[in-house]
Structure formats: C-alpha cells, structure tokens
Nanobody, 124 residues
C-alpha cells in the first residue's frame, strides 16, 4: 500500500519559515509529479504548489509565489515545500499528493495518492 508521510509542520510567528517534507513508498517516485495542497478550517482544500517528475517545472498558487518553493529529491524519494515570510492566512493542514504520469496539476481530483497532512499554524 502506498504511503505518503508529511513532516515539518508546527507553530511559527508571522514572517517566519518552515520546511515541509514528504517521504513516500512509491515504487517509481520519478514517474510522479508531486503537489502540495492545504485546507484551512471551514474551507475547501486548495492547491499550493506542484513540481514535475524531473523538477524542471513548478507551478504555484498566486498568493504563495515568491514565498514558497517546492523541490524534490528523486534519490531520496522526498518532496519539499520551503515556506518563507509566512502569514496567518497560511494556517492550514498541508497535504502532499502524487499524480502518476502527469506534468503539473492543480486539480486535486487527478492526484492518485495523498498523505495524512501536517498542521501549520502561523500566529500574528
């Protein structure tokens, strides 16, 4: 059974930084594009960032451009989300997801596998 595990969440003050990691048990990690999504209380899950299988292409939610950076290490089967200049509105549970054979996807419905999420809380 495929498992994705997020880590690195926590409580941080506005303006601070966090680095999320997502390890996985995908047999062929390099065959998947990867994405990060988030869900705040009372809101729908929203796309945050995506990265292609070879890391050549990335795509971001407009509100995180210039603050967040998605990256991946295929040898370590890990995808990262570096979050800088955090704002209270970034508070949410953050999920990583894997989409097989895809380039960049912002639609949650096309992702095949999901992690359980990690809580990020930004205080003002």
């Amino acid at each position: 059974q495929v498992q994705l595990d997020e880590s690195g969440g926590g409580l941080v003050q506005a303006g601070g930084s966090l680095r999320l990691s997502c390890t996985n048990s995908l047999r062929t990690f390099s065959g998947y594009s990867m994405g990060w999504f988030r869900q705040a209380p009372g809101k729908e899950r929203e796309f945050v960032a995506a990265i292609s299988w070879n890391a050549d292409d990335t795509y971001y939610l407009d509100s995180v451009k210039g603050r967040f950076t998605i990256s991946r290490d295929n040898a370590k089967k890990t995808v990262y989300l570096q979050m800088n200049s955090l704002k209270p509105e970034d508070t949410a549970v953050y999920y990583c997801a894997a989409a097989f054979g895809r380039n960049l996807e912002s639609k949650a419905s096309v992702y095949n596998y999901w992690g359980q999420g990690t809580q990020v809380t930004v205080s003002s």
